[in-house]
């Protein structure tokens, strides 16, 4: 399953790019949230921005392909591994299932819960039942994309989960609230996309994906809101909320098109781990701006990059290796 092409940057740096990504957004979006009173009335706000940016990526790189003009960011966008190391994808019906779990369920019913779960509990508790994504992933991964899981991923998820207990503040500080649940849900609803979308990635460009998730997704939200009765709000944003938006909406499509860029290169075991890493950036971020909790959970926090440095490591050394091999 490993997707990486001799001629692109290999899929573990390019899952790098998304966890410092990743990293800023959270950091962002500490603030953004604020600026509206649903937080599932932001999220959609902001996930209908990011639709609109990958729209406009997807539209560029598609008048690209037509007049044949080289771009790198094109390259990037539409890659999905070179035939020889791809999986075979879906067709017909598979497919269109499959299309359809990414846009409804990972664009749009998991924002609804995690939001929804954000709400009622400790946002570190939160944090850390989010990324027990790399768990499930790997659990998944394993029997739905076949991917073996090395010693050195064993070793990584153990260090990124010892890392995220310890900056929550040790296993007393994580209960199984109502609140924490949900997030727990939309956690395993992502792990069941990660490896969806892995498989649809052997024959879709990752701009495609990329915009169907957030795109149908943007539907389900708004289909949600208008159910809530918040639509109106929806309509009356003023500029200081268009503006927060607006920022985290772009994040929001730089975060999605790198991730589903770094599926379509690399393990999903592997990408998932790396991703773990934004806790790392976001926290430097707080110390930055003055923002950190008073606490300074900098064991868990060296865990967390031991862990993800260890899959970096390990799966740029395997991707230097695949590039030397002959092929057959």
Do not use: C
């Not at 959270?26 to 932001?42: D, E, M, Q």
């Not at 944003?237 to 790198?258: F, H």
């Not at 260890?310 to 030397?324: D, H, N, Q, T």
Request: no cysteine.
């Amino acid at each position: 399953m490993d997707t990486d092409s001799p001629r692109t940057m290999p899929g573990i740096f390019v899952a790098g790019i998304t966890a410092v990504v990743s990293g800023v957004s959270i950091f962002v979006n500490s603030y953004g949230v604020k600026s509206l009173t649903s937080p599932t009335l932001y999220t959609t706000a902001k996930n209908l921005v990011a639709t609109v940016v990958l729209a406009l990526v997807w539209s560029v790189g598609a008048a690209l392909r037509r007049h044949r003009i080289p771009s790198p960011m094109a390259n990037f966008l539409e890659h999905g591994g070179p035939p020889r190391r791809r999986a075979r994808g879906w067709g017909g019906l598979a497919r269109i299932a499959g299309l359809a779990y990414v846009g409804v369920v990972g664009g749009g019913l998991a924002f609804v819960l995690f939001f929804a779960g954000l709400a009622r509990t400790q946002p570190a508790a939160a944090a850390f039942w989010r990324d027990t994504l790399v768990v499930w992933v790997a659990l998944l991964a394993a029997v739905g994309l076949r991917e073996r899981i090395r010693w050195w991923n064993v070793v990584a998820i153990v260090l990124l989960i010892a890392g995220e207990v310890a900056v929550t503040g040790g296993i007393g500080a994580i209960g199984a609230h109502p609140g924490e649940a949900q997030v727990l849900a939309s956690s395993v609803l992502w792990a069941i996309e990660v490896v969806i979308a892995k498989r649809l990635l052997a024959d879709l460009a990752p701009s495609t994906l990329s915009l169907v998730r957030m795109g149908v997704g943007a539907v389900v939200l708004v289909a949600y809101v208008g159910l809530s009765g918040d639509a109106p709000a929806l309509l009356r944003l003023d500029a200081r909320q268009l503006m927060w938006a607006g920022a985290t909406g772009a994040l929001l499509a730089v975060y999605v098109a790198t991730w589903m860029g770094a599926l379509a290169r690399a393990r999903a075991v592997d990408v998932t781990s790396v991703l773990v890493a934004s806790a790392v950036v976001t926290w430097l971020l707080q110390e930055a701006a003055g923002t950190a909790s008073g606490t300074r959970p900098v064991l868990g926090l060296l865990l967390i990059a031991a862990g993800a440095l260890l899959v970096i490591a390990a799966g740029s050394g395997e991707s230097l290796r695949r590039r030397i091999e002959p092929s057959p």
